[in-house]
C-alpha cells in the first residue's frame, strides 16, 4: 500500500510517525495552538477533539504545511518537515482532508480521483494522451473508487452526489495518495446521523497500516477507528488517552457539557 | 497491476453509461461526420476563389485563435483578453523581418519564436493572478502589444502598418497561389484542433479542468499549478500567434488595428459566444461573428451594436454559450427519447462489445472531453 | 525647473480624471464584485453628452452637469437591468459588460461621428494663471481639473469614512457577509454604488474632453489607465485608487515629457513591478 509515488524517508522503528514538539500558532493576540507536544506512534490511530475553535484545524494547518507555526517543531517520520511546502509534504507521504470539503465539483468522481493520483507523478504535465488511456492511473483511480464505496458513482459529477458522498469523495481524494500518514479533518461534519453510515464504512476499512489523526466530535465515529484521543483547549493540550478514559474524564466532560456539543456548522 | 476489482470498477464505467453508451457512440461519429463536412464544405468555398474563400480563411484563422483563447480561458478558467496580441505579434513576427529582407521561411521561424518569446516574459506577470484580475492583466498586454505597433513606428510603420511581400514556397506547395494558401489554412486548422483536442483530453488538460475547479486543492495534491497555468499561457498564446502567422499570408497587410482593444475583445466574444469548454464553440462563435462583421454588414450597417447585443442576450441566457445550448438541447432530447423506449435494442448490443473494454469506453467519454 | 513644475502639474491633472474614472470602477468592484468594462464606455459617453449640450446650450457647466447626470441615469438603468440579473456571476458580468462596450461605441459612433470632439472650456477656464511657485504660467482649465478631482476625493472620502452610508460601503468592501447581516438593504447601497460609479466615470469624461478630445476608441485608452490604476492601487480599494492615479499619471507625464520613445513602456512599469511583488496591489487585500 505504502509502495509507489512518494519518497521513502528514512526511518526507524518505534520511532513516531509523526511528532509535535511545542508546537504554537499565533494569530494577532490570540493562541490558537499553544505548546502543543504530541508523538503520533507508527501504525497508531489517534482522535483529537475539543470545542469549537479550539485549534484542531489549525494544529493540521500546521502538520500540512499551509501555515507556518509561530513556535516549535514538527517531525515526519523523524525528518523535521516544519518549514516545508505543503505538496513537498504531501510526497512524503502526509495527506489531509478538510473540515470543509474541498472537492470538485463540476468533474467526475473519476476525474476528481484520477487528478489525485497524477498528483504525485510527472505524468501530471503529459500533453500527448488522452488522460484515460493513462491505464494504470485510471484503474487504479477507480479501484480507490470501488474499494471505498464510490465505484459505481465514477461518472457523476461530484456536485450531484449527495452530502455524505462528496464527504466520502473527500476522502478519496487523500487515499488516493497512498499517504502514510493521514490526517482527517472532521469526515462527518455536516452530516445527518443517518448520511453518516457510508463514511463510516470506509473509515473502518482504511488500510490498518496506516497512521491516522482524525478530528471528529462525534464520539460514535471516533470509537469506531481510533485508539487514542488527545484533548485540545483553548489551543492547549489538556490531556490524552483512551477513548474510555478519555470520556470517562470530568474536565472533558465539563468541556462538552459545559458547552453542549455541536454538530457541526 | 490489473486487479480484478479494478477491472470490474471501470466495467462500471460502462454501465453507467450504457444507457447512452449506443448513442453516444453515434454522437461521436456524427461530429466526426459534421466535422468532415464541415472541413469539405471550408474547402470547397476554399476552393472556389473570389470573396468567399477570404471569408472562410478569416473564419479559420479567428476560429483557431479562439479556441487557442478557449483552452486557457474554458478549461483553465483564465479568460484572455489580449488574444488579438498574440495575432498581431504573429503577423508582425512575418512582415517585420521580411521588410528587412530575410525570406518568408526564416521570417516565419522568427515569428514563433517572437511570440514564443513574448509568451513566457508577459507569462510571469500574468499567471501571478488570476480570475478577473487576469482578465484586466491580459488585457494591458494586449494594450501594450497594440501600443507597441503603434508607436514604434521605425519598426511596425506605425498606423499604416506593414505590408507582406514574400510567401514562402516548398515545391508545390506554393503560398503565392491562393488557392493553395487556403487550403495551408484550412490544414493548420484541422492540426490545431487535433492538438487541442489531445492537450483537453490529457492529463494536463484535466489538470486546467482541476485548476479551474478548485485550484487550491489541486495544490495540495501536489500539482506546482502556477507551471500548468503559465504552460498554458504559453501555448494559447503560440497558438494565437500561429493564426497570426497565417492572418500575415492571407491579408497580406498587418496593421496595429488588427490588435487594438476592439479586436481583442471579439476573439473573446467569439469564444464566449460559442461556448467555452468545447472546442466546437469557439469555432462555431468565429463563424457567427466574423459572417456579422463581413456579410451583415453589407446589409445592416450598425453590425457592431448588433453584435454586440447578440453577445449580451447570449452571456445573460446561457452560460455555455450556444454549443452549450445545443448540448443541452440535444442531452434534453436524449433523456426524453430514453424515456420513451427502456427496451433500447441496441442496449444489449452495447454492453456486449464495451464489456471488459474499459479503455475503450474511456476513450469514448473522452470525446466529451472536448465538449 | 518651471519646465518641471508644470510637467508635474500635467501629471497631477491627468492623475486627476484617472481618478474619477477608476475610483467610481474601484468601488462598483469593491462593493459589488462587478467588473465593469464598459467604464470606459461610460466615460465616453458622458463626455458626449456634454459635448451636445454645450453646443445647444451654450454653456460649459450646463454640460459638465449633463455629462454627469446623465451618465448616473444610465447607471440607474445599466444596474437595474442587465446587472441586477447577473449577481453573483462575476465572469459573465465582467462578459456582458464587454458586450455593452460594443453597443455604446457604435451608438456614439452614429450619434457624433468618427471626428474628435473637443470641449471647450468657458472664459476664465480658457486662460492661463501665473504660479508663484517657479513663476510659470499654466492653463486654468487643467488647475480646474485638479481642483474638481480634489474637491471629488475629499468628498468621497468623508463619504467613505465619516457616514453610515459609508461605513456600510466601506463594510460591503471589507465584509460582504456582515453588511448582510446588518439588515442593511444592500440592493439599494449597490444601485447607489453603481449610479455613483457611472456619475464619476461620465464627470471624468466631461473633463477629459476637455484635454484628450473625445473620439472612437478613446474608451478603451481611459479603460487601460483605469485598469492599471486600480490594480496597482489595489482592486477594491478607494484609497489605492487615489495612490494608483497619482503613481501612475505622474509616470505617465514624466514619460511622455522626457522619454517620448519609452513612454508606452512608463504606463506599464509600475503594473509589471506591482504584479511581480505584491499581486494584490499597494493597498489591496490579498485574495478576493
Ligand atoms: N487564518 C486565521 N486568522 C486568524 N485567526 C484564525 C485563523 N484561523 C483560525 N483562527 C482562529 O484560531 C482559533 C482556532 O480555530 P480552528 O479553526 O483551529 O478551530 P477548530 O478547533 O478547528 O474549531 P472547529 O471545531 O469549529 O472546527 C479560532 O479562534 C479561530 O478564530
Ligand atoms: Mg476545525
Known amino acids: 500500500m505504502s509502495m509507489g509515488a512518494h519518497e521513502t524517508p528514512a526511518r526507524q522503528d518505534g520511532q513516531a510517525a509523526l511528532r509535535m514538539t511545542k508546537l504554537g500558532r499565533r494569530f494577532g493576540g490570540i493562541d490558537a495552538v ?12 489517534f482522535g483529537v477533539i475539543g470545542p469549537n475553535g479550539a485549534g484542531k484545524t489549525t494544529m493540521f494547518n500546521l502538520l500540512s504545511g499551509e501555515l507556518r507555526p509561530t513556535s516549535g517543531r514538527v517531525e515526519l517520520f523523524g525528518r523535521n518537515i516544519t518549514r516545508l511546502a505543503p505538496n513537498r509534504r504531501v510526497a512524503l507521504g502526509l495527506g489531509r482532508t478538510y473540515q470543509i470539503t474541498r472537492v470538485f465539483r463540476d468533474l467526475t468522481v473519476l476525474e476528481n480521483i484520477t487528478l489525485a493520483v497524477h498528483g504525485l507523478r510527472k505524468s501530471k504535465l503529459s500533453m500527448l494522451r488522452p488522460w484515460r488511456s493513462y491505464s494504470t492511473a485510471v484503474e487504479e483511480a477507480a479501484n480507490v473508487a470501488s474499494t471505498f464505496g464510490l465505484g459505481e458513482r465514477l461518472n457523476i459529477t461530484a456536485e450531484e452526489l449527495s452530502h455524505g458522498e462528496v464527504r466520502e469523495l473527500e476522502v478519496l481524494l487523500t487515499l488516493a495518495q497512498k499517504p502514510e500518514v493521514l490526517l482527517l479533518d472532521e469526515p462527518a461534519a455536516g452530516l445527518s446521523p443517518a448520511e453518516r453510515v457510508g463514511i463510516r464504512a470506509l473509515l473502518r476499512s482504511l488500510p490498518r497500516e496506516l497512521t491516522l489523526v482524525m478530528i471528529e466530535h462525534d464520539m460514535d465515529v471516533l470509537r469506531d477507528v481510533v485508539e487514542h484521543v488527545a484533548v485540545l483547549h483553548f489551543g492547549e493540550l489538556v490531556m490524552q488517552g483512551t477513548v474510555a478514559e478519555v470520556q470517562e474524564d470530568a474536565t472533558v466532560q465539563e468541556l462538552y457539557l459545559g458547552k453542549p456539543k455541536v454538530a457541526e456548522s | 497491476m490489473k486487479s480484478p476489482s479494478a477491472a470490474a470498477a471501470l466495467n462500471q464505467v460502462d454501465d453507467a453509461s450504457g444507457v447512452i453508451g449506443v448513442v453516444d457512440r453515434h454522437r461521436r461519429l456524427l461530429s466526426i461526420l459534421v466535422g468532415v463536412v464541415l472541413v469539405v464544405f471550408a474547402g470547397v468555398l476554399l476552393g472556389s476563389g473570389g470573396f468567399y474563400t477570404s471569408l472562410v480563411e ?14 486557457l480561458g474554458g478549461y483553465g478558467g483564465l479568460v484572455s483578453l489580449g488574444q488579438a496580441g498574440f495575432i498581431g505579434l504573429g503577423a508582425y513576427g512575418i512582415a517585420v523581418p521580411e521588410a528587412h529582407g530575410f525570406g518568408p521561411w526564416t521570417s516565419i521561424g522568427i515569428a514563433l519564436v517572437v511570440v514564443a518569446a ?7 506577470v500574468a499567471i501571478r493572478v488570476t480570475g478577473i484580475s487576469f482578465v484586466i492583466i491580459t488585457l494591458a498586454i494586449g494594450q501594450i502589444l497594440w501600443g507597441l505597433a503603434y508607436r514604434w513606428v521605425s519598426l511596425s510603420g506605425g498606423d499604416n502598418g506593414l505590408v507582406i511581400s514574400g510567401f514562402p514556397k516548398l515545391g508545390p506547395l506554393d503560398l503565392t497561389n491562393p488557392q493553395v494558401l487556403a487550403f495551408v489554412i484550412l490544414a493548420v486548422f484541422v492540426v490545431v484542433a487535433l492538438v487541442l483536442r489531445t ?6 488538460g484535466l489538470s486546467m479542468l482541476g485548476i479551474r475547479s478548485n485550484e487550491q486543492r489541486l495544490r495540495t495534491l501536489g500539482y506546482r499549478t502556477g507551471l500548468h497555468r503559465y504552460l498554458a499561457y504559453i501555448i494559447a498564446s503560440i497558438v494565437g500567434g500561429v493564426a497570426g502567422i497565417l492572418y500575415a499570408f492571407s491579408n497580406n497587410l498587418i496593421s496595429p488595428t488588427t490588435m ?6 471579439i476573439i473573446t466574444l467569439m469564444a464566449v459566444l460559442g461556448g467555452l469548454r468545447s472546442l466546437w464553440g469557439p469555432v462555431l462563435g468565429a463563424l457567427i461573428i466574423t459572417l456579422i462583421q463581413q456579410e451583415l454588414s453589407i446589409y445592416v450597417s450598425r453590425w457592431q451594436m448588433l453584435m454586440g447585443a447578440v453577445f449580451v442576450v447570449v452571456v445573460v441566457f446561457t452560460p455555455d454559450g450556444l454549443w452549450g445550448l445545443m448540448r443541452q438541447g440535444t442531452a434534453a432530447l436524449r433523456r426524453r427519447r430514453a424515456r420513451a423506449g427502456p427496451g433500447d435494442a441496441a442496449r444489449p448490443d452495447a454492453a456486449g462489445t464495451e464489456a471488459g473494454t474499459g479503455q475503450s469506453s474511456a476513450t469514448e467519454s473522452s470525446e466529451s472531453g472536448v465538449r | 525647473m518651471p519646465e518641471f513644475i508644470s510637467q508635474t502639474l500635467n501629471g497631477l491633472s491627468l492623475a486627476g480624471i484617472m481618478f474619477l474614472v477608476s475610483s467610481g470602477f474601484t468601488l462598483v468592484f469593491g462593493v459589488m464584485r462587478v467588473t465593469n468594462l464598459s467604464h470606459g464606455a461610460v466615460y465616453l459617453l458622458g463626455g458626449y453628452v456634454a459635448y451636445s449640450v454645450i453646443a445647444y446650450k451654450g454653456n460649459f457647466f450646463y454640460g459638465l452637469l449633463a455629462g454627469t447626470v446623465a451618465m448616473a441615469a444610465f447607471g440607474l438603468l445599466l444596474e437595474g437591468t442587465l446587472i441586477r440579473r447577473m449577481r453573483g456571476r462575476p465572469m459573465a458580468e465582467l462578459l456582458a459588460t464587454l458586450g455593452l462596450v460594443y453597443i455604446i461605441d457604435d451608438a456614439c459612433l452614429v450619434l457624433w461621428g468618427g471626428n474628435p470632439l473637443s470641449l471647450r472650456l468657458p472664459g ?3 486662460g492661463s494663471s501665473n504660479i508663484p511657485v517657479g513663476q510659470i504660467t499654466y492653463p486654468n482649465g487643467r488647475l480646474f481639473i485638479l481642483g474638481v478631482a480634489v474637491v471629488v476625493g475629499i468628498a468621497l472620502f468623508f463619504l467613505l469614512r465619516r457616514t453610515r452610508v459609508g461605513a456600510v460601503v466601506r463594510a460591503g468592501v471589507d465584509d460582504r457577509n456582515m453588511v448582510s447581516a446588518l439588515g442593511i438593504n444592500v440592493r439599494r447601497v449597490f444601485t447607489a454604488v453603481f449610479v455613483l460609479g457611472a456619475a464619476l466615470a461620465g464627470l471624468g469624461g466631461v473633463l477629459g474632453g476637455t484635454i484628450f478630445s473625445l473620439y472612437p476608441g478613446g ?30 499619471g505622474l509616470i505617465d507625464n514624466y514619460g511622455q515629457a522626457y522619454f517620448p520613445s519609452l513612454a508606452y513602456f512608463a504606463l506599464f512599469a509600475p503594473l509589471v513591478a506591482i504584479l511581480l511583488v505584491r499581486p494584490q496591489g499597494l493597498l489591496g487585500r490579498a485574495a478576493t
Open chain 2, 58 to 71: 478569416d473564419i479559420l484563422i479567428y476560429a483557431i485563435a479562439a479556441m487557442g483563447l478557449d483552452f
Open chain 2, 199 to 204: 492537450l483537453v483530453s490529457s492529463p494536463f
Open chain 2, 118 to 124: 513574448t509568451a513566457a516574459v508577459t507569462g510571469i
Open chain 2, 260 to 265: 487594438d482593444f476592439s479586436h481583442n475583445g
Open chain 1, 34 to 45: 499553544k505548546d502543543v507536544s504530541l508523538a503520533v506512534p507508527k501504525g497508531s490511530r
Open chain 3, 124 to 126: 476664465a477656464l480658457e
Open chain 3, 219 to 248: 474608451d478603451s485608452d481611459i479603460l487601460t489607465y483605469a485598469l492599471v490604476v486600480v490594480v496597482v492601487g489595489g482592486l477594491g480599494s478607494y484609497e489605492g485608487a487615489i495612490l494608483g492615479s497619482l503613481i501612475v
